[in-house]
């Protein structure tokens, strides 16, 4: 007798299965044809489809030929994605997503989230990462097409699909960065010329739908993490600092941030995105309602790597080597001078700790030498970033873990408080936070729009 039963029974597995088919669009921008720097990309989610649902974390991709001019050009290491200053999503007037700094926050996550090999592969092809060095790709003049996802932002970071369904289309807005920030040489300049959005959606047949519709009771509603920005500039020769931070959320689960020399964040010979350190950064912790989160200062060093690993919940995560926050590369001993990488095999008589390179190193021009390449010169470049993990776990019966975050909300005050050693570096530094939360984003069923609650 056969143990394979209903896998056998042809008829009964196509009469359960869902009548579904893809559809393919390629969307033009709303806003023109050319786009240079500092202007902004606008984009349309269309509306009125009832039927289909888009995966917006898998399924949509942002088309950019970028053409340089002027001369060859250096990436930042988060590749393209150094191009969008902000990302947002609007629908008839109502703020679904805005995330000010996106490519700040996209540099600090690929150097947390992606590994080296990713970013020497498809992310080299299609983002204009690399993955052995601490830069972006090299541009020659010319045009080059980059196709990137809408990461990090609240309506890809869900496990449900977007529905189409409703009254108005959603306006995707990318505003484009300067030519300065972007990349790191002094006199170059680009353009995007015919962006395009490629979605593919999933189209229910009728009974399908109606079925769906059911089962839902025509609500939509999508939990997402969402990041919110907000940053601050600390002038040299500060010791302490007690900053207010405005993130008043009913789930707060962490709060990420970035130091940069404030001389870095607009200057053309500079690393402008990827350029951090600590700025003489010695402790820092939350405080919450008068709760300080955790209670013991979290110092900077072995102390500040480990909770920006319980932060991303990949503490014991002995996969994932952060080679973005500590791939830098010195010259060694050799006779002929040639520098290693610490990706190569070759016996290293120093190394740089690019996570917590102090103020007066971290210089920012130079991101050192990669696996392949010629050049001996140490990085400059540190690559520090500090999180507070504010996440509880529960378990419930069923032994399935819950998390959740602290409630700001309701005139709760929160804080970042920090030491800086014997001061901050010269020229002041600029701190941006990064909080993370969880939102929820559902279709207001009296007027068939999307709305958010935090």
């Not at 204009?128 to 045009?143: K, M, Q, T, V, Y």
């Not at 870095?264 to 600590?278: I, P, Y």
């Amino acid at each position: 007798m056969s143990k394979l039963g209903d896998k056998l029974n042809f008829n009964s597995m196509k009469s359960s299965a869902m009548d579904t088919r893809s559809i393919s669009s390629v969307i033009p921008p709303r806003s023109g044809v050319e786009f240079q720097a500092g202007t902004v990309i606008e984009f349309e989610l269309p509306g009125n489809r009832g039927n289909e649902f888009l995966d917006l974390n898998n399924n949509l991709k942002f088309k950019l030929p970028v053409t340089t001019t002027a001369h060859a050009s250096v990436l930042d290491r988060c590749g393209a994605y150094g191009f969008i200053n902000k990302l947002e999503y609007i629908q008839n007037g109502v703020v679904l997503c805005s995330i000010p700094k996106y490519n700040v926050l996209l540099t600090a996550l690929s150097d947390l989230q992606m590994s080296a090999e990713y970013k020497s592969t498809t992310g080299r092809m299609l983002e204009g990462f690399e993955g052995d060095c601490l830069r972006g790709a090299h541009l020659p003049i010319g045009s080059r097409t980059f196709y990137l996802s809408p990461l990090a932002s609240d309506l890809s970071m869900t496990n449900r699909s977007l529905y189409l369904g409703t009254n108005a289309n959603i306006t995707v807005r990318l505003t484009l960065e300067s030519a300065a920030v972007a990349f790191q040489s002094a006199g170059a300049d680009y353009s995007v010329k015919q962006p395009q959005m490629l979605m593919e959606t999933t189209f229910l047949e009728r009974e399908t739908m109606d079925a769906l519709s059911k089962a839902v009771g025509g609500e939509y509603k999508m939990l997402c993490n969402s990041y919110d920005h907000m940053s601050a500039v600390i002038n040299a020769g500060t010791t302490a600092s007690h900053i207010k931070l405005s993130f008043q959320k009913a789930s707060l689960e962490r709060v990420l941030f970035t130091v940069r020399p404030l001389s870095h964040t607009t200057s053309a010979g500079k690393f402008s995105l990827g350029s951090r350190g600590t700025g003489n950064l010695s402790s820092f912790q939350l405080e919450i309602g008068g709760v300080d989160y955790p209670q013991t200062a979290i110092s900077v060093g072995e102390d500040s790597m480990y909770h920006v690993l319980k932060a991303d919940n990949i503490a014991s995560n002995y996969t994932h080597g952060l080679s973005g926050l500590m791939n830098a590369y010195t010259a060694d001993a050799h006779a002929d001078g040639s520098g290693t990488s610490s990706l190569g095999g070759e016996p290293q008589v120093s190394k740089i700790n690019p996570y917590i390179l102090s103020g007066a190193d971290g210089d920012g021009d130079n991101f050192g030498k990669g696996k392949n390449g010629t050049a001996s010169a140490s990085s400059n470049i540190g690559t520090f970033v500090g999180a507070v993990n504010l996440e509880s776990s529960l378990t419930t019966s069923q032994n399935s873990p819950l998390y959740s975050g602290v409630n700001t909300k309701n005139g709760v005050d929160i804080y970042f408080k920090a030491n800086w050693g014997a001061g901050c570096i010269v020229g002041g530094v600029v701190v941006d936070f990064y909080s993370l939360s969880t939102e929820l984003i559902y279709v207001d069923p009296s007027i068939n729009m999307w709305s958010r609650k935090n």
